[in-house]
Nanobody, 122 residues
Framework: QVQLVESGGGLVQAGGSLRVSCVAS????????MGWYRQAPGKQREFVAQ?????????????SYAESVKGRFTISRDSAKSTVSLQMNSLKPEDTAVYYC??????????WGQGTQVTVSS
């Protein structure tokens, strides 16, 4: 079992920056990847960014982003692999959503945090 707790988020004007973080507890050594999804009102949850462990300290994690956030958002994961953060710059009103932390454990499935609200005013 993995538990995820998000923090950060809030209200910011367009063009501003916010950072959201997520701390995992429980079977963190089993986590293969951690990332972020978001869900805007009336829309489906969508992928934002993900960091996937290479399984070796000799190789960096594999990082991926949604096209809509490339160049503006940066995902980072600590060396202990239990915390993932999302630095969001040049925010747009269309980035307004509830942001959910996600962790994937092979053979166990996906785990989700409770979500944190990010609101970007125009």
């Amino acid at each position: 079992q993995v538990q995820l707790v998000e923090s950060g988020g809030g209200l910011v004007q367009a063009g501003g920056s916010l950072r959201v973080s997520c701390v995992a507890s429980g079977s963190v050594d089993d986590i293969k990847s951690m990332g972020w999804y978001r869900q805007a009102p009336g829309k489906q949850r969508e992928f934002v960014a993900q960091s996937t462990s290479s399984g070796s300290t000799a190789y960096a994690d594999s990082i991926s982003y949604a096209e809509s956030v490339k160049g503006r958002f940066t995902i980072s994961r600590d060396s202990a692999k239990s915390t993932v953060s999302l630095q969001m710059n040049s925010l747009k009103p269309e980035d307004t959503a509830v942001y959910y932390c996600n962790a994937v454990v092979p053979r166990a499935g996906h785990y989700w945090g409770q979500g944190t609200q990010v609101t970007v005013s125009s």
